[in-house]
C-alpha cells in the first residue's frame, strides 16, 4: 500500500537536504576563501559543479522514471549525497570540492527528477500547483533554517568541515522514510518518450526553458553570493539570506490560492516585476533598508521555481516527468554557467574598487553593489519575456492534466 504522506515528507526532507547543501556552502565561502586561498572565480567553479550536477542526474532520472521508479533514483540520490557531503568535509584541495560539489548536485537533481513527478501523478488541475509550492517550500524553508545554524555555527568559531557535516542529519532523515515504501505507479503519457520528446519542439515549450534560464539565474545567481556582496553593507549577509527565504518559505505555502486568483502567468509577471526591483534596491541601499530590499527581492523569487515547473505539469502534460525535468535542468545548468561569470565579476568590481582608491568596508560595498546591479538585468529581461507569455496564454485553453490517479 502506498503511503502518500510519508513519501511526500521524505521528499520535503530530500528537499531540505538540498537547501542545507546551498545555504551552508554559501554560508563557508568566505572561509574557503581565506583558509584555502581560492578566488572569486574558483569559488565561481565549485558552485559551478553543484549546478551542474543537477541537470544531469534531472534529465537522466526524468528518462528512466516511468521504467525503474522514483525508489532506485532517490538510492542514488542517499549514496550521491553521503559520499559528496564526506568528501567536502575531508577535503584538502580545489579538485576534491569540484567533485564533491558535482556529487551533492547529483543527488540534489535525482530528489527533483524523482519527486516532482510523483507529486504531479497524485494531484489534478489547481491541486498540482498547490503541492508543488508545498513541496517547494521546503527549499527556502531549509535556507532559512542552515543561513542561521551557519551564522550560529560561524559566530560559534565552528570550524567550515563541522558545519558541512550538518548536511548529514536531513540526509539520513530522508533515507529512514523513504526505506521500504512503495511509490505510486507512475502515470503515463501517449507515445512514450517518443510523446514526451515531440512536446518539446513545441514553441510553448521551447519558450519555457528559455523563461527558466532567466528564472533561476535571478534566485540563485545574487543568492549564492549574499555572504560576498554584501559584505560591509551594514545588515548581516545570513541574517538577509535567513530573511529571503523565511518569506519564500510562507509565499510558496500559500501558492496554490496566489496562483488560483491571479493565474500562473500572471504571477510570474509579477514576481519578475518585484525581483527586479529588490535587487535594485539591493544594489543600491545600506544599513537595515537592505533588509527591506531582501523583503521585496524575496517575494520576487518565491513563485519562480514551482511554478515554472507547475506550467509545464498543466499546460504541457505530454512532455511527463521527462518535461518537468528538463525544465528544471535547464535551469540549473544555466546558474551553474553563470556561476565563474559572477565570480570573476566579483574579482573584476573589487579591482575597479581599489582603482579608485577605496579601501576596506568602503571596497566590500563598492564591490557587491556594482555585482548586484549588474544581476539585476536578469528579472529586468523577465518582465518582457512573462509579459510576452501572459498574452500568449491569456485566450489559450487550459490543457486538461495528465495525472491518472
Known amino acids: 500500500m502506498v503511503n502518500d504522506k510519508r513519501l511526500f515528507y521524505a521528499s520535503c526532507f530530500a528537499l ?13 565561502m568566505p572561509q574557503l576563501e581565506s583558509e584555502l586561498g581560492l578566488s572569486g572565480t574558483q569559488l565561481g567553479f565549485i558552485n559551478q559543479m553543484w549546478f551542474w550536477g543537477f541537470p544531469i542526474s534531472m534529465i537522466i532520472g526524468g528518462m528512466i522514471y516511468h521504467k525503474v521508479g522514483g525508489a532506485i533514483i532517490m538510492q542514488f540520490a542517499f549514496f550521491a549525497h553521503a559520499i559528496g557531503i564526506l568528501l567536502t568535509i575531508f577535503a584538502g584541495s580545489y579538485f576534491i570540492l569540484l567533485l564533491s560539489s558535482l556529487l551533492i548536485g547529483l543527488g540534489n537533481g535525482c530528489t527533483e527528477a524523482a519527486c516532482n513527478p510523483m507529486i504531479a501523478d497524485a494531484y489534478k488541475g489547481n491541486k498540482i500547483s498547490k503541492m508543488l509550492n508545498r513541496f517547494h517550500m521546503w527549499f527556502p524553508g531549509g535556507i532559512l533554517v542552515g543561513s542561521l545554524l551557519s551564522q550560529a555555527m560561524t559566530s560559534m568559531g565552528w570550524s567550515w568541515q563541522m558545519q558541512v557535516g550538518i548536511i548529514l542529519i536531513p540526509t539520513v532523515i530522508y533515507a529512514y522514510l523513504f526505506f521500504g515504501q512503495k511509490w505510486p505507479v507512475p502515470s503515463t503519457t ?27 539565474i535571478s534566485e540563485f ?25 523565511g518569506l519564500m518559505t510562507v509565499a510558496r505555502y500559500f501558492g496554490g490560492e496566489v496562483v488560483a486568483k491571479f493565474d500562473t502567468t500572471g504571477v510570474l509577471l509579477g514576481s519578475a516585476v518585484l525581483a527586479t526591483l529588490g535587487l535594485y534596491l539591493l544594489s543600491s541601499q545600506s544599513g537595515g533598508m537592505v533588509y527591506i530590499a531582501a523583503i521585496v ?30 525544465v528544471g535542468a535547464m535551469g540549473m545548468f544555466a546558474s551553474g554557467l553563470v556561476m565563474p561569470i559572477f565570480g570573476g565579476l566579483i574579482d573584476k568590481n573589487r579591482e ?3 582603482e579608485q582608491g577605496l579601501t576596506g568596508d568602503a571596497i566590500d560595498i563598492a564591490t557587491g553593489q556594482m555585482t548586484l546591479s549588474t544581476m539585476a538585468l536578469v528579472p529586468l529581461a523577465l518582465i518582457v519575456l512573462f509579459g510576452i507569455l501572459y498574452f500568449w496564454m491569456r485566450n489559450k485553453s487550459e490543457v486538461a492534466p495528465a495525472a491518472a490517479h
Do not use: H
Request: hydrophobic share 50%; net charge positive; with cysteine.
Open 16 to 28: 531540505i537536504t538540498t537547501a542545507f547543501s546551498f545555504s551552508i556552502r554559501a554560508g563557508i
Open 221 to 245: 545567481g545574487p543568492n549564492n553570493w549574499v555572504p560576498i556582496t554584501l559584505q560591509g553593507s551594514g545588515a548581516t549577509p545570513m541574517l538577509v539570506m535567513a530573511l529571503t527565504f
Open 352 to 354: 575597479i574598487a581599489a
Open 297 to 326: 527581492y524575496g517575494l520576487g523569487i518565491a513563485y519562480f521555481w514551482p511554478n515554472m515547473i507547475g506550467f509545464t505539469a498543466r499546460y504541457i502534460p505530454e512532455s511527463g516527468a521527462l518535461g518537468m525535468s528538463i
Open 190 to 216: 501517449e507515445g512514450g518518450l517518443s510523446g514526451n520528446f515531440s512536446s518539446m519542439f513545441k514553441p510553448l515549450f521551447i519558450f519555457i526553458l528559455i523563461c527558466m534560464c532567466f528564472t533561476a
